[in-house]
């Protein structure tokens, strides 16, 4: 950013069916790595194999939910077309997803428990059920990879634990799952892998 250098000499490797935590104070990198992972910054040098390919990743193969500070959540769209939005990736944007399309989003909606609010503004739900959300329509991309930054922030324990299941199943599903958070008793307890990011690994 600037002269201000975000990420220096990173270097690892996550395994796939792994459950991996991104661990760092604020400042630290972690949404920037995520955004390089994802293909949406370059890095001055170096390069990021995603499930063996460098570039950016193909599409589909990998879902991403932003920090929910980032989410105008003021936007007038229902829950349902928020987890819908994870098809487009998969259907184009100029075509209009089908009778398939909706179904993988109702699936999605239950899977994280969300589907009695679908018909809801997006805006009037709360934040756990936000961030459950935003999930559900990484699920709808049908992704092999799932990025999630800070999905963990500002929940409770009965949602923090709600969501804590849910990524295992997903590990157990054969996805592979990396989550940034600032919580390292919880990757401790919880996650099979940790990258601790301070600039530097």
Known sequence: YGSQ????????????GCLAGLVGPNGSGKSTLLK??????RPWRGEVLVFGRAG????????????????????????????LMGRYGRVGLVRRPGKADREVAVQALE??????????QIG????GEQRRALIARALAQQADLLLLDEPLAGLDATAQHDLLKLLHE??????????????LSCVAEE????????RHV
């Open 5 to 16: 250098v975000a990420l220096d000499g990173v270097n690892f490797t996550i395994e796939p």
């Open 36 to 41: 390089v992972i994802l293909g949406l910054m």
């Open 56 to 83: 950016r990743p193909e599409q589909g193969r990998v879902g991403y939910t932003p920090q929910s500070e980032l989410v105008d959540w003021s936007f007038p769209v229902t829950v349902f077309d928020v987890v």
């Open 111 to 120: 899977r994280v428990r969300l589907m009695d609010r679908a018909k809801r």
């Open 124 to 127: 009037e739900l709360s934040g």
């Open 170 to 183: 997903l590990q157990g599903e054969g996805k592979t799952l990396f989550v940034a958070t600032h919580d």
């Open 191 to 198: 996650f099979d892998h940790a990258v601790l990011l301070n």
